[in-house]
């Protein structure tokens, strides 16, 4: 029987589709079992999307400017 | 993430620019910039060596357009660049002596059961919620706090959606080892987030009683 360790230890693989299907079968049995692990998948997930909004950047107006200016200096030569 | 099938109005400006046409060069540079500067931020972890990245990566770029074949979009090219120089630079930087046990995880009891549930906050944490000002620094301070290789792969595949194998291309690391680095800093991640909601419901349920 699978314990929790063990299947956070393989969920990469396993959200990532890459994993045989009879493991990803043993791994499911435990899930259906196992809320912890389920609310833990949850939050796995939600950590790459709250990350990816928490660090999109626009870029500020004078690293802007200074770049144009860098190229036309460079582009004339 | 990188576009690849929204590109192709650019490729009028390249002939031109391949032509010598300056102006669709710099046109070409104003469609891809945003993108680049922000790979090269979260790489670099700040804008004064984010701002050189993206000098370093268009002189580059305008200088090798000649040898440009053409077959990848304009923008995955000049984002390769820059990953590369992010990277060039990084492997100069001092390593810092974060080890990898630092990295957090979740606990376990002896029997391998998960010794915790996760906050109750992170129910709100759906997409459509905004995401607060201490929340976005706590991220930003957790993913700054990982080791650099870690954060290296962390951003790439999770924030800039590069494919593992790409991931392989610039780093020079296999594809196990950067899978291995992107679920630990998962972990960490997530560890940080979990802290962060478990002391804010803290403080909260505290004002509450006051």
Known sequence: ?77 | MIPESDDHPLQALLVQAREGDVSAFEALVEASRDQVYGLALRMMGNEADAAEVLQETYLSAYQGLANFRGDAAFTSWVYRIAANFCLMRLRHRKVRAAAEEALAEPEFTPRGSLAGMPSEAWGRSAEDVALDAELRACIQGATDALPETYRQVFVLKDVEGLSYEDIAEVTGDSVAAIKSRLHRSRLALREAIDRFYSEKGLKRDGQDRI
Do not use: W
Request: hydrophobic share 35%; glycine share 6%; net charge neutral.
């Open chain 1, 1 to 77: 029987m699978k314990t929790c360790k063990d299947s956070i230890d393989v969920l990469l693989q396993y959200l990532d589709g890459e994993m045989p299907p009879d493991e990803a079968k043993a791994l499911e049995e435990h899930l259906g079992g196992c809320t912890p692990c389920v609310d833990f998948i949850r939050t796995y997930r939600d950590t790459t999307n709250l990350c990816k909004r928490a660090l999109a950047a626009k870029m500020p107006e004078s690293v802007a400017s200074s770049l144009q200016g860098f190229l036309r200096e460079r582009m004339k030569k």
